[in-house]
């Protein structure tokens, strides 16, 4: 019983301005802040695999929208590479961008 009370008070997530969010975006959004914004959070994989998607998911039609849009200009133009650029695009910045929204009610981010 002590052991079960320290390993689940050790695995409780810290009480944030996010405690309705999973634990894994509290400790990504609790990292930004402290950062004051210059680290963007960590490499998201759902975000890199299905970006636009991840994206309608968490609230960001905006910039899924204009992902979705740009996707089609270009690959119009014929530009093979977009959609993988696209997709790493999302993974690296997918969790800030949903911090941005959760933060600032904005669907794009003052500063990158």
């Keep these: 019983p002590q052991y079960q009370q320290t390993v689940s ?3 409780a997530p810290q009480q944030t301005g996010f405690a309705y969010l999973k634990p894994y975006y509290q400790e ?3 990292k930004i802040e402290e ?3 210059s ?3 960590k490499w998201n994989w759902c975000a890199f695999f299905f970006s636009w998607i991840w994206g309608l998911t968490k609230g960001l039609w905006g910039l899924s929208i204009a992902t979705l849009v740009l996707s089609g200009i270009l690959a119009s133009l014929r530009i093979s590479y977009v959609s993988l650029a696209i997709a790493i695009f999302w993974g ?3 969790n800030y961008f949903y911090y941005n929204l959760q933060k600032n009610n904005k669907q794009f981010p003052s500063k990158l």
């Design 9 to 11: 008070q050790q695995a």
């Design 28 to 30: 990504q959004f609790q």
């Design 35 to 37: 950062s004051n914004g």
């Design 39 to 41: 680290y963007k959070g």
């Design 92 to 94: 690296i910045m997918g």
